[in-house]
T-cell receptor
Framework: AQSVTQLDSHVSVSEGTPVLLRCNYS??????LFWYVQHPNKGLQLLLK??????LVKGINGFEAEFKKSETSFHLTKPSAHMSDAAEYFC????????????????FGQGTILTVHP | EAGVAQSPRYKIIEKRQSVAFWCNPI?????LYWYQQILGQGPKLLIQ????????DSQLPKDRFSAERLKGVDSTLKIQPAKLEDSAVYLC?????????????FGQGTRLTVV
């Protein structure tokens, strides 16, 4: 079984200040983890993904995420928020079983709405 | 490459009516998902196809929802009869799972309003 918990439903920051969106996961197997962003009336867009090659992952638009297995976390950060970052963000977990016969069920967190104030 | 195409973008129906959504995935993607996203919630998986076979439909309300994927390409999702609580955005996604970290690509969704 797999699950994702996004710890904040809303995060509000001022432009130019750091952003932290928190995500904890649960998975029976080695997971793959993704962050997607959804702007109003737009489709879901991939921000970044954990590939197991490195625990610190860099994505588009200056976002980063760090995979911490001991804490089962994959928090999303950005050093300096921009007005265009205002959107809803989803943490997603995908797990394949050891035999590779499970075809990648994607489980979404509840989402975090990021508001950026001028 | 062309993205995931969905139609219609918007649909308004009365309760107890039927409705169908269409999805054309990215060419060559064997895995296709349908998700339901209710306002204020994360997307919930309805059904997952691998080619034209169903991998997971455990959360599909089978008394009113049905889905098929013809020849392992296009897919349709149908609701009959619709209820007020079916008002949501229906998202289609496709994926070619070569590795466990392969990303899924999403369409823009169909926004359904049941009145």
């Amino acid at each position: 079984a797999q699950s994702v918990t996004q710890l904040d439903s809303h995060v509000s920051v001022s432009e130019g200040t750091p952003v932290l969106l928190r995500c904890n996961y649960s998975s029976s197997y080695s997971p793959s983890l993704f962050w997607y962003v959804q702007h109003p009336n737009k489709g879901l867009q991939l921000l970044l993904k954990y590939t197991s090659a490195a625990t610190l992952v860099k994505g588009i638009n200056g976002f980063e995420a760090e995979f911490k297995k001991s804490e089962t976390s994959f928090h999303l950060t950005k050093p300096s928020a921009h007005m265009s970052d205002a959107a809803e963000y989803f943490c997603v977990v995908s797990a394949l079983n050891a035999g590779g016969t499970s075809y990648g069920k994607l489980t979404f967190g509840q989402g975090t709405i990021l508001t950026v104030h001028p | 490459e062309a993205g995931v195409a969905q139609s219609p973008r918007y649909k308004i129906i009365e309760k107890r009516q039927s409705v169908a959504f269409w999805c054309n995935p990215i060419s060559g993607h064997a895995t296709l998902y349908w998700y339901q996203q209710i306002l204020g919630q994360g997307p919930k998986l309805l059904i997952q196809f691998q080619n034209n076979g169903v991998v997971d439909d455990s959360q599909l309300p089978k008394d009113r929802f049905s889905a098929e994927r013809l020849k392992g390409v296009d897919s349709t999702l149908k609701i009959q009869p619709a209820k007020l609580e079916d008002s949501a955005v229906y998202l289609c996604a496709s994926r070619q799972i070569r590795r466990r970290d392969t990303e899924a690509f999403f369409g823009q969704g169909t926004r359904l309003t049941v009145v």
